[in-house]
Each structure stands twice: as C-alpha cells, then as structure tokens.
C-alpha cells in the first residue's frame, strides 16, 4: 500500500523566502514550508510575520512543516541548515526545488552546495559529490 501525499506543485504548500541578515557581501536567507491540508489561494507572498516567525497554530498559511537555512555569496548558494516537523522529507524536498527552479534557477549561473551530512536525500535531490573528500560538499 502506498502512502499518498500531496504533490510538489499542490496548492496546500506554501513556501515563503525570508531574509534573515544583510551582511554584505553575504545574505542569510531561509525558506519556510507551511501546509495546513487546505487550499490555499494566494493573494501575496508577502505576510506579516515576526522575524523570525515562531511557529504557532494560528499563522496564516498553515504550520510551519519544513525550513532550509542559507546564505548567498555572489552565484554561490550554500545550504547551512535544515529542519523538518513531517512524517517524511517531502517538506524540504518542496522548500529544495523551490529555492533551485523557482528563487535562484542553475540556467541563471547560480551554484547551489550542501555538506554531505544527508547524503542519500542530497543525492536524490540531484546534488553530487566533485570529490572523494567526506569533508568536501555536494554541488548541483
């Protein structure tokens, strides 16, 4: 029996990009996944929330399931950290391609790496190693 889930580009996930820290010529940045098993209709991307937004049943947008810490030095994207409220990795799987094909596309030059910490799930996301090094990162 197969266990079924919504979809990547199912309207119940909402993914919101905040910008945690502006310190030139780094970015810290973190994207959030929030689902809530309702359709949403989206009006704006842009909510008020605290900074950062603590998680509570009453945001609008659902709760917070998924979020992926990173920091953006010129092209190069770096994904620091990673925290997920699931019952399985779908929520940073969503909040990946999100930042990969929606915020910063590869097409555009951007590089995207991530240490080798969750390797099966990096390489699945189509992240690969450029060397034998365990301490060296996984490139797109």
């Known amino acids: 029996m197969a266990i079924r889930r919504p979809g990547i580009a199912n309207p119940e996930w909402i993914c919101q990009d905040f910008l945690y820290l502006d310190n030139p010529p780094e970015q810290h940045r973190y994207v959030q996944v929030?689902?809530?098993g309702e359709l949403y209709t989206r009006t704006s991307q842009t909510f008020?929330?605290?900074?950062?937004?603590?998680?509570?049943?009453?945001?609008?947008?659902?709760?917070i399931v998924g979020q992926i810490d990173y920091t953006?030095?010129?092209?190069?994207i770096t994904i620091d950290d990673w925290s997920v409220n699931w019952r399985d990795e779908m929520p940073l799987r969503v909040a990946s391609n999100y930042i990969t094909q929606c915020l910063?596309?590869?097409?555009?030059?951007?590089?995207?790496?991530?240490?080798?910490?969750?390797?099966a799930f990096w390489v699945s996301e189509r992240f690969v190693p450029l060397t034998n090094s365990p301490l060296d990162y996984l490139y797109t």
Do not use: C, M
């Open 34 to 36: 929030k689902w809530d």
């Open 104 to 119: 910063y596309s590869v097409r555009k030059g951007y590089t995207f790496r991530v240490d080798k910490s969750a390797y």
């Open 72 to 76: 953006i030095v010129g092209k190069l």
């Open 48 to 63: 008020d929330y605290s900074n950062p937004p603590y998680a509570n049943f009453e945001q609008r947008g659902g709760h």
